[in-house]
């Protein structure tokens, strides 16, 4: 017996790891300017952010995500 539909819940989807990577495999830097700096528009981390990813301690990828995470359109 499957469960009614109507009522269904819709689970938000989870936030991801504060420590993870945002990459989507969407790089691209078309412009998108947010508070001045140039964003990609698939993980919305600024251009230092994602130079920086791969030496960034564990406080800098969690601070990194935080700022894509506020600059993504809602």
């Known amino acids: 017996m499957s469960a009614d539909p109507r009522y269904r819940l819709k689970m938000p989807d989870p936030e991801p790891n504060e420590s993870e990577s945002p990459c989507i495999g969407v790089c691209r830097i078309d412009g998108t300017q947010v508070d001045g700096e140039a964003v990609c ?8 952010e994602i130079g920086e990813w791969s030496s960034a301690s564990l406080a800098e ?4 995500n935080r700022n894509a995470r506020r600059r993504r359109p809602t």
């Open 41 to 48: 528009v698939g993980c919305y981390r600024s251009l230092r």
């Open 61 to 64: 990828r969690i601070e990194f």
